[in-house]
């Protein structure tokens, strides 16, 4: 097997870190999901309808919609929310701000040591795979009249072998 290129070692090296940057948005959303600590919501953001302000559906079209809003308390915390102090929060989230952009600059890092004949590289490549593929259909061909001939042999060898032991 041959050594990879140094093009082939920086896409490994893209492809790994893309991976890397993906699991760790993952990561950080779910922390900030589970971790965030709880804040009373806004008056605007409390204040639900509840269906009995609603009008009734057998209301007459036109008819004025009442007033009733009343405030709620904020739904329970989910049981996989476990929120952290407003400072510890903000400390982790920071950090993993700080990791997520050096991931991001790897990333990029990668991306201009690629060469910048990538495209024409490509082309080279394709039209070696088509070469390799009129090759083989090529010997594919030689495969078939070998086999064809082979067929041929062994019905005259049988034809001789059939008479000899006939006479």
Do not use: C
Not at 41 to 69: D, E, M
Not at 125 to 137: A, F, H, S, V
């Amino acid at each position: 097997m041959s050594q990879p290129t140094a093009h082939e070692d920086i896409i490994t090296s893209l492809q790994t870190s893309l991976d890397q940057l993906a699991t760790q948005l993952y990561a950080s959303l779910k922390y900030t999901t589970t971790h965030h600590p709880l804040s009373a919501p806004s008056a605007l953001a409390s204040a639900v309808i509840k269906p009995s302000s609603l009008p009734n559906p057998t209301s007459t079209p036109g008819s004025p919609l009442p007033n009733k809003t009343e405030k709620t308390e904020a739904p329970p915390a989910s049981p996989t929310h476990r929120p952290l102090d407003q400072a510890a929060f903000e400390a982790d989230i920071r950090e993993l701000a700080v990791d997520l952009v050096a991931k991001q600059r790897l990333i990029e890092e990668l991306i201009r040591k690629l060469p910048a004949d990538v495209v024409a590289e490509e082309r080279v490549q394709e039209g070696r795979i088509e070469e390799l593929e009129r090759e083989l259909r090529g010997v594919e061909g030689e495969v078939r009249r070998v086999g064809e001939r082979r067929e041929e042999v062994l019905a005259r060898v049988e034809g001789v072998v059939g008479r000899f032991r006939r006479g």
